[in-house]
């Protein structure tokens, strides 16, 4: 792997947690610096930082956020630990289904409750936790990309939905890894990808991103993916994922059910590329995974302007779960797991443990 993405979407810097504003792209590209536990917490509820792998981040540096502000307060080293472990919890329920994020809560959680040094040391190693989570989500992507271009078909055209790329991650992307490690190998890869309503990841994040690094993008709404498909103009589909449960059942963002139904109809592969991180091995399927529900205003509103009866009813669930017969395989950095998931997803976990930071 070659192609480096030119996007950080999060970093640590300075005492402070610097990240790119995802909620203006790509009308502005802006850097905002997150100082506080609290603002971190919104920042990850109103999706100024967004997408699995980069929320686990964001949550990593806000508990060191928060430990930095509760060092001021002078309190004695059991009653600190007790509190900051409090804000590590409560930083995990930020967003509900992304399970990335309560992972690398409890990285941090695990550091506090195991301390036994003092307030100054402890943060030294939260700070450091939080910068390898950053940095090694980067590398993990760069193996997911290269194990995803071994099945790459020479000259695809690789539909995608939402946005999984370097914004949604430390830098690299999950599904849009696999992306830039085929087209490295092959420049006549190329991608279609899916708005993505109601908050358009695909048309505002994805296309933005493919753009920037020169890969070849054709936007199409969600409802066109049939149509493509039907015309033989898709190859593959890759998308990420934001909890895949013990059998392999996957969450991603609402409307990759509908994808992967239609990927199956067509007989075109359809792909999940996520970090083990990903993989929530205490539920047994995807009806365990909590979908977040989001707020109406997404779904009546563009741009701040109503696009229908101000009456209607609305229901906005941001994720659905694709069941794991849908799936082709889940494309990972230890590999390309393949069905039965319950096996190899286990075996995937008892082989690599350590990969796992735990
Ligand atoms: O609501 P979002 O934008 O955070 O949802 C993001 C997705 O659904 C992504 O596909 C998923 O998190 C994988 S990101 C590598």
Known sequence: MTFESKIRPIQWVNGVSRMLDQTVIPYEYKYIDVTTGQQMFDAIKTMIVRGAPAIGIAGA???????????????????????????????????????????????????????????????????????????????????????????????????????????ATGGYGTALGVVRSAYDKDNTVQVFADETRPRQQGARLTTFELAMDGIPVTLITDGMCSYFMSKGMIDMVC???????????????????????????????????????????NIKSGKEIPIEE??????????????????VKVINPGFDVTPNELIAGIITEVGILRAPYEESIKKAFETHQKLLLQ
């Open 61 to 167: 540096h806000g508990v060191v956020l928060y430990a930095q502000e509760l060092e001021k307060q002078n309190l004695p080293f059991e009653e600190f630990k007790k509190q900051l472990i409090e804000k590590a919890d409560y930083m995990a329920t930020s967003r509900p289904t992304a399970v990335n994020l309560m992972w690398a809560c409890k990285q941090q959680r695990d550091i506090i409750e195991k301390s036994n040094s003092d307030i100054k040391t402890l943060i030294k190693e939260l700070t450091k936790k939080a910068i390898e989570i950053e940095l090694d989500d980067i590398e993990r992507c760069k193996k997911i990309g290269d194990n995803g271009a071994e099945v790459v078909p020479k000259g695809a055209t690789i539909l995608t939905h939402c946005n999984a790329g370097a914004l």
């Open 239 to 281: 998308v990420g994922a934001d909890r895949i449960a013990a059998n392999g059942d996957t969450a991603n963002k609402i409307g990759t059910y509908t994808v992967a139904i239609s990927a199956k109809y067509h007989n075109i592969p359809f792909y999940i590329a996520a970090p083990l991180s990903t993989i929530d091995t």
């Open 294 to 311: 989001r707020s109406h205003e997404e779904v009546t509103h563009i741009n701040g302007k109503i696009i229908c009866s101000d009456k």
